[in-house]
């Protein structure tokens, strides 16, 4: 069974752009989360997608948004990149049970200049 | 959710048994302990949970105090590829209430030396 996928793996941009990200389940999945990792505060959690609904939402500004489509894929987007939005966002997958088994993928590694 | 706490870091000698100590004094009745590693540059990886029960998989061991306050993760025969840093995380049992989100603290850095 493949993986959680994350495209683009990495990717460059300026201060004030937007960038979009992809993340793909697993197969049957249909409960997707993202996080945030920066050296500095660590891994923190976005938001979580269940059923194209936001289920959960963690304490990132307004910029921060997503969506998952029927087929369970989700986009997260980011607008107005700051310095600080430099990290590496990664995304979780897990099927709908009672335990909190999740399945990350590599990660996007975003860097904003 | 309760939290915990880890020691910083740790080493441990390739072939002997890593354990891994978390405290969580705090845990409530419905908090499921979990483990969760990341090695260097890859996503998080699931390793174990418990309630109360000690649990062993094909990756670890986890042994719960009866209080439930503390637990340890037990990695029988630690290799060079167990190098990672490994966190510990309580997370309720109602995933529908409370979603899916999974609080990271530091974790701890486990070297595996040779």
């Known amino acids: 069974k493949a993986g959680v996928t994350q495209t683009p793996r990495y990717l460059i941009k300026t201060r004030g752009q937007q960038v979009t990200l992809s993340c793909s389940p697993i197969?049957?999945?249909?409960?997707v989360s993202w996080y945030q990792q920066t050296p500095g505060q660590g891994l923190q959690f976005l938001f979580e997608?269940?059923?194209?609904?936001?289920?959960n939402k963690g304490n990132f500004p307004g910029r921060f948004s997503g969506r998952q489509f029927s087929n369970s894929r989700s986009e997260m987007n980011v607008s107005t990149l700051e310095l600080g939005d430099s990290a590496l966002y990664l995304c979780?997958?897990?099927?709908?049970?009672?335990?909190?088994?999740?399945?990350f993928g590599p990660g996007t590694r975003l860097t904003v200049l | 959710d309760a939290k915990t706490t880890q020691p910083t870091s740790m080493d441990c000698a390739e072939g002997r048994a890593a354990n891994l100590p978390c405290n969580h004094s705090?845990?409530?009745?419905?908090?499921?302990v979990y483990w969760y590693r990341q090695i260097h540059s890859q996503g998080p990886q699931y390793i174990i949970h418990?309630?109360?029960n000690n649990e062993t998989n094909e990756m670890a061991s986890l042994i719960i105090t009866e209080d439930r306050k503390s637990s340890t993760l037990i990695l029988p025969h630690a290799t060079l590829r167990d190098t990672a840093v490994y966190y510990c995380?309580?997370?309720?049992?109602?995933?529908?209430?409370?979603?899916?989100?999974?609080?990271f603290g530091g974790g701890t850095r486990v070297l595996v030396k040779p």
């Open positions: 979780a997958s897990r099927r709908n049970t009672g335990y909190n088994e999740q399945f």
């Open positions: 197969s049957g999945h249909r409960s």
């Open positions: 997608y269940f059923s194209e609904t936001q289920r």
């Open positions: 705090t845990i409530s009745e419905n908090e499921y």
């Open positions: 418990g309630l109360k």
């Open positions: 995380i309580v997370s309720p049992a109602l995933i529908k209430a409370a979603g899916n989100k999974l609080t």
